[in-house]
């Protein structure tokens, strides 16, 4: 079974996280929701409060098949600066597997060094990216090596989608997409 880990952090997006998460959870993928810190309740950008399965503390990149960051301003900003984030998505590369994030998060990707050439965010959030190749709104779901990002809040399920295409193929993905009339 492929294993994603999910870092929430406070003021993290809503629509994001839990849609990566229930598409992810659908398709049979085993999910962490994992918290920064041993606070498991964390509260996101609009005010909904999600209760993380665990700490990260610990994970390493061979437990993981994927690593997936939601978006929210709050969020991403904790996601890069929080070093334990930041040396598993180094390590995450270093191995060639799967990164994505979508919305704001794409700048905590920058900031491990990890983002590649050819990639999408949230529209102006790629100003404080300096990585050529931005594709802006040509894509909701941009794949560049290793590195899977998104749009936004809008394009999670796709995203989602997506994802599940990549850890476990097309069957899987048309049958859950047929499924959620997408």
């Known amino acids: 079974m492929s294993r994603v880990l999910v870092p929430i952090a406070a003021g993290f997006e809503e629509i994001e996280a839990i849609c990566i998460i229930d ?3 659908r398709a049979g993928i085993e999910v962490i929701m994992g918290s920064l810190n ?6 996101g950008a609009n005010g909904i409060t999600l209760q993380a399965d665990r700490s990260i503390a610990g994970i390493a990149a061979d437990d993981l098949d994927m690593i ?3 978006g929210g301003w709050g969020g991403t900003n904790a996601l890069a600066e929080d070093t334990a984030v930041q040396s598993l998505l180094k390590a995450m590369d270093a191995k060639g597997k799967n990164i994505g ?25 790629e100003e404080r990216i300096k990585v050529a190749g931005y594709q802006g709104d040509k894509s909701a779901v941009v794949q560049s090596g290793n590195v899977m990002t998104s749009r936004g809040p809008g394009t999670a399920l796709y995203f989602g989608l997506e994802i599940v295409k990549k850890l476990l193929g097309d069957e899987a993905y048309a049958d859950l997409r047929a499924g959620l009339l997408a």
């Open 38 to 43: 041993e606070t498991l309740l964390i509260k």
């Open 101 to 125: 994030a979508i919305c704001a998060a794409p700048y905590a990707l920058y900031t491990a060094g990890v983002l590649k050439e050819g990639y999408t965010c949230y529209p102006s959030v």
């Open 68 to 70: 997936v960051l939601p």
């Open 23 to 25: 598409v992810l959870r």
